[in-house]
């Protein structure tokens, strides 16, 4: 009789059933709230129990979402989400790159001091510096009313910049003295040796980034009231807080709210998910 001999760190039978019940019901536990969310959307008549999360169905219906889109110009509330966030983003993926990368790879006089400084800034909330911002944006600048006044304090993020750093300082060294020893400069380098290898920290960075400033009501609201500028966030948010409640169902066109905001997150995370376990970083070096 053959004698089968466990690998080490080999998962028994009723270890991996264990660990799969356990990563369902984790997964359930987790996704149930997001559920809730969207089929409450979806019911004429409300009901807050949880026998709501299993409604008649001929309870559903997409009214909720239609008074929403009779009260707030969805096109233009993404229009101008997407103008902010999409600046946004790209100022602080471009700005993390370099301020990364050389605080990564390149030596020189204060390095340290300034990735201390970018450590610190962290803990500074942004609710402290909101007013000074405003007065120096609106007043000093002119940029109210403008997108590039709600853009500016968002366009270069310390979480980013050490993101890239702690990234660049994992790709072997090895490759970069290859690729200088061929000719190639720093900008070069950058694009071609350490962009490709640290493609995780760039969809993180992207992903964190597009949270921020996409769920943002507070600043551009403070910047614009012009409603043909504000942010999917500011309509929707004056949408929950003052249409809402006049509506046939309140409870209701609140969670379509949510929805129709979560919903590009949702889709960019499901979209781009793939790219935070796969990775290149050593793949170019021998042995």
């Known amino acids: 009789?053959?004698?089968?001999?466990?690998?080490?760190?080999?998962?028994?039978?009723?270890?991996?059933?264990?660990?799969?019940?356990?990563?369902?019901?984790?997964?359930?536990?987790?996704?149930?709230?997001?559920?809730?969310?969207?089929?409450?959307?979806?019911?004429?008549?409300?009901?807050?129990?949880?026998?709501?999360?299993?409604?008649?169905?001929?309870?559903?219906?997409?009214?909720?979402?239609?008074?929403?889109?009779?009260?707030?110009?969805?096109?233009?509330?993404?229009?101008?989400?997407?103008?902010?966030?999409?600046?946004?983003?790209?100022?602080?993926?471009?700005?993390?790159?370099?301020?990364?990368?050389?605080?990564?790879?390149?030596?020189?006089?204060?390095?340290?001091?300034?990735?201390?400084?970018?450590?610190?800034?962290?803990?500074?909330?942004?609710?402290?510096?909101?007013?000074?911002?405003?007065v120096m944006i609106a007043r000093n600048y002119g940029l109210a009313d403008n997108y590039l006044g709600m853009i500016l304090p968002f366009f270069i993020n310390s979480t980013a910049v050490v993101i890239f750093r702690q990234y660049f300082l994992q790709v072997p060294k090895e490759l970069f003295d290859a690729a200088r020893i061929d000719g190639a400069g720093d900008f070069r380098l950058l694009w071609q040796v350490a962009i490709p290898l640290v493609r995780p920290a760039l969809v993180t960075v992207v992903l964190l980034t597009f949270i921020g400033p996409w769920n943002e009501f507070l600043w551009p609201f403070l910047i614009t009231k012009e409603a043909s500028m504000q942010p999917l966030a500011v309509s929707l948010a004056n949408y929950i807080s003052t249409v809402a409640a006049s509506t046939a169902n309140p409870y209701g066109a609140m969670l379509a709210g949510a929805v129709v905001l979560a919903a590009p997150v949702v889709v960019l995370f499901i979209v781009f998910q793939r790219y935070f376990i796969s990775t290149d970083i050593g793949s170019g070096v021998k042995g």
């Open 1 to 134: 009789m053959a004698i089968r001999h466990r690998v080490p760190g080999q998962l028994t039978r009723g270890q991996s059933i264990l660990r799969g019940v356990v990563l369902f019901v984790g997964a359930v536990v987790f996704l149930f709230p997001f559920y809730y969310m969207v089929i409450g959307s979806l019911q004429a008549s409300p009901d807050t129990s949880l026998g709501g999360a299993f409604p008649n169905p001929g309870n559903i219906t997409g009214e909720n979402y239609v008074a929403i889109n009779s009260r707030v110009n969805l096109f233009q509330g993404l229009l101008s989400s997407s103008i902010f966030t999409g600046g946004v983003v790209l100022g602080t993926v471009v700005f993390g790159l370099l301020a990364g990368y050389a605080l990564a790879v390149l030596q020189w006089r204060g390095r340290g001091a300034t990735f201390a400084l970018a450590l610190l800034v962290q803990v500074v909330p942004f609710q402290l510096l909101m007013i000074p911002l405003y």
